[in-house]
T-cell receptor, first 113, second 114 residues
Framework: QKEVEQNSGPLSVPEGAIASLNCTYS??????FFWYRQYSGKSPELIMF????GDKEDGRFTAQLNKASQYVSLLIRDSQPSDSATYLC?????????????FGTGTRLTIIP | ETGVTQSPTHLIKTRGQQVTLRCSSQ?????VSWYQQALGQGPQFIFQ???????GRGNFPPRFSGLQFPNYSSELNVNALELDDSALYLC?????????????FGEGSRLTVL
């Protein structure tokens, strides 16, 4: 079982609709969860992070975390063509001064005008 | 722009050669992490440097090594290059002891091994 799993897509969503991206993780000790956006040929950029169960909203983006189900999601409202990118889910497990992110393989999202 | 700069941006090497990649961290950040991203994959953690010492390592062989300098900049060295080392190498800076690991990535160094 992969540590962080995402549907690789591609996921196609009409402009203006809600895009829903999902991620599951295997380590119940995971504490922090991140969503990165990566445009083709570019480096990942942080969109959202969430630490507690429930929803966290930032503009058009909402991150949802359910630790009991080991599930993280990202909702993008009013999708725009500029949202077309690969979305990477990442999980941080803190050890004794040893921090690292474990990434999923990413979901490729295409917004159709 | 994250303030993290990497060099070179692109390079081509042949199998068996050695390569050094460089990274300058964002101002105020004391930790540098290196990731390898193969085509179509998510980034994989190579190692992290804090206070000039390796502070955690992923599942990479010893021919992957690094350094961190007093100004927090860092180098990634890969010896005896193999074809599978072809990837985008990402440097990320952060502040250890602060939040739980928000990373700021540079634009990466794309390595092609022939």
């Amino acid at each position: 079982q992969k540590e962080v799993e995402q549907n690789s897509g591609p996921l196609s969503v009409p402009e203006g609709a809600i895009a829903s991206l999902n991620c599951t993780y295997s380590d119940r000790g995971s504490q922090s969860f991140f969503w990165y956006r990566q445009y083709s040929g570019k480096s990942p950029e942080l969109i959202m992070f969430i630490y507690s169960n429930g929803d966290k909203e930032d503009g058009r983006f909402t991150a949802q975390l359910n630790k009991a189900s080991q599930y993280v999601s990202l909702l993008i409202r009013d999708s725009q063509p500029s949202d077309s990118a690969t979305y990477l889910c990442a999980v941080n497990v803190r050890g004794f001064g040893n921090e690292k992110l474990t990434f999923g393989t990413g979901t490729r999202l295409t917004i159709i005008p | 722009e994250t303030g993290v700069t990497q060099s070179p941006t692109h390079l081509i090497k042949t199998r068996g050669q050695q390569v050094t990649l460089r990274c300058s961290s964002q101002s105020g950040h004391n930790t540098v992490s290196w990731y390898q991203q193969a085509l179509g994959q998510g980034p994989q953690f190579i190692f992290q440097y804090y206070r000039e010492e390796e502070n955690g390592r992923g599942n990479f062989p010893p021919r992957f090594s690094g350094l961190q300098f007093p100004n927090y900049s860092s180098e990634l060295n890969v010896n005896a290059l193999e074809l599978d080392d072809s990837a985008l190498y990402l440097c990320a800076s952060s502040t250890t002891g602060g939040d739980t690991g928000e990373l700021f990535f540079g634009e990466g160094s794309r390595l092609t091994v022939l």
